[in-house]
């Protein structure tokens, strides 16, 4: 069983920064992170592998957002840079059973409580 954590969130105007950190208790392999807007289906942000060689990011977030993993510190990091009103939502950190990331939802096992994130203009 894999439990994970999310801290980080909270309020933020719009070109600020904030990073959101996912602590995990149990072994886990890839790592994806994914946020949720108020009556929508969770969607994909962000994902690295087991090893934290390979990444994937959704459009919307390329080249503001990064992802990173200590796994000596069994934790998951999303740096979010150049934050914008439509950022805000809820953010999940999620583990998969397997060492590739997947990027829809339905690939990984575990979830977090998720936490809010919310960027005034």
């Known amino acids: 069983q894999v439990q994970l954590v999310e801290s980080g969130g909270g309020l933020v105007q719009a070109g600020g920064s904030l990073r959101l950190s996912c602590a995990a208790s149990?072994?886990?392999?890839?790592m994806g992170w994914f946020r949720q807007f108020p009556g929508k289906e969770r969607e994909f942000v962000a994902a690295?592998?087991?090893?934290?060689?390979?990444?994937s990011y959704a459009d919307s977030v390329k080249g503001r957002f990064t992802i990173s993993r200590d796994n000596a510190k069994s934790t998951v990091n999303l740096q979010m840079n150049s934050l914008k009103p439509e950022d805000t939502a809820v953010y999940y950190c999620?583990?998969?059973?397997?060492?590739?990331?997947?990027?829809?939802?339905?690939?990984?096992?575990?979830w977090g409580q998720g936490t809010q994130v919310t960027v005034s203009s």
């Open positions: 999620a583990a998969a059973v397997t060492t590739q990331p997947p990027v829809s939802a339905g690939g990984y096992s575990y």
């Open positions: 149990g072994r886990t392999y890839a």
């Open positions: 690295i592998s087991r090893g934290g060689i390979n990444t």
